[in-house]
């Protein structure tokens, strides 16, 4: 038995479609372009019940959505207004560079200027979360 197409199924499957789509879209498209909302920010390891070492891992998303982040003219702002950036941090070498201690104080320096008029997100410089040999 073929089922008879109507105006009024035709719209039902596309108001599904387009509210199943609508859960895809991205809630920040004001990020900046090299940032994404699954992008982590920070890792943590903590043992689990067993003894197993877990890393755990903390999303753009999640700071956002503690930070009651929202776009606001087409600027990502937190819950208070502030401006929020999103800065990169070096430092995860395995053997690092023989300049390394200008390049933390450079980076302690931004941080700190960044920091005096915007809420700064700090992405680390090792996702992984495994330890740097």
């Known amino acids: 038995?073929?089922?008879?197409?109507?105006?009024?199924?035709?719209?039902?499957?596309?108001?599904?479609?387009?509210?199943c789509s609508v859960g895809l879209a991205?809630?920040?498209?004001?990020?900046?372009?090299?940032?994404?909302?699954?992008?982590?920010?920070?890792?943590?390891?903590?043992?689990?019940?067993?003894?197993?070492?877990?890393?755990?891992?903390?999303?753009?998303?999640q700071s956002l959505k503690k930070l009651k982040a929202k776009c606001s003219h087409g600027k990502l702002v937190d819950g208070k207004r502030k401006p929020i950036v999103f800065y990169y941090l070096q430092g995860c070498w395995g053997n690092p560079p023989a300049d390394y201690l200008e390049i933390m104080d450079r980076?302690?320096?931004?941080?700190?200027?960044?920091?005096?008029?915007?809420?700064?997100?700090q992405m680390t410089c090792n996702s992984s979360g495994m330890p740097t040999p």
């Open 1 to 19: 038995m073929i089922a008879k197409i109507t105006m009024k199924n035709v719209c039902i499957v596309l108001c599904v479609g387009f509210f």
């Open 26 to 61: 991205q809630k920040y498209p004001c990020l900046p372009s090299n940032v994404k909302e699954d992008s982590v920010v920070s890792t943590g390891q903590t043992a689990s019940p067993t003894g197993k070492m877990i890393i755990e891992k903390t999303t753009v998303a």
């Open 107 to 121: 980076q302690r320096e931004e941080l700190s200027r960044l920091k005096s008029k915007n809420t700064v997100i």
